[in-house]
């Protein structure tokens, strides 16, 4: 069982920035952001695969959100610019062991509240 430890979020004004991190606690082949807003469905944010050689960003995050990671420390971390009110979900961490399997790990999730 791999655990996820996330960290970062909170309050932030529209227009503001925040950092989310995610460090897993053994190898995890690929790692992703979620978020899920209130009374919506859980959507895809970012990724990014072991080496940090290959990132996926979700459409409404591309120019705004970065995905990096830090293999000294063994943590991603979701830059995330230019917030506005949708933005504002709670943010889950999710691991791939491997190439061949889904998202099978998830963190326990953090908050970010952008107000106006």
């Known amino acids: 069982q791999v655990q996820l430890v996330e960290s970062g979020g909170g309050s932030v004004q529209a227009g503001g920035s925040t950092r989310l991190s995610c460090t897993p606690s053994?190898?995890?082949?690929?790692l992703g952001w979620f978020r899920q807003a209130p009374r919506k469905e859980r959507e895809f944010v970012a990724s990014?695969?072991?080496?940090?050689?290959?990132?996926i960003l979700e459409t409404s995050a591309k120019g705004r959100f970065a995905i990096s990671r830090d293999a000294a420390k063994n943590t991603v971390y979701l830059q995330m610019n230019s917030l506005n009110t949708e933005d504002t979900a709670v943010y889950y961490c999710?691991?791939?062991?491997?190439?061949?399997?889904?998202?099978?790990?998830w963190g326990q999730g953090t908050q970010v509240t952008v107000s106006s």
């Open positions: 999710a691991a791939r062991p491997s190439v061949d399997v889904g998202w099978k790990y």
């Open positions: 053994d190898f995890v082949y690929i």
């Open positions: 990014i695969n072991w080496n940090g050689r290959n990132s």
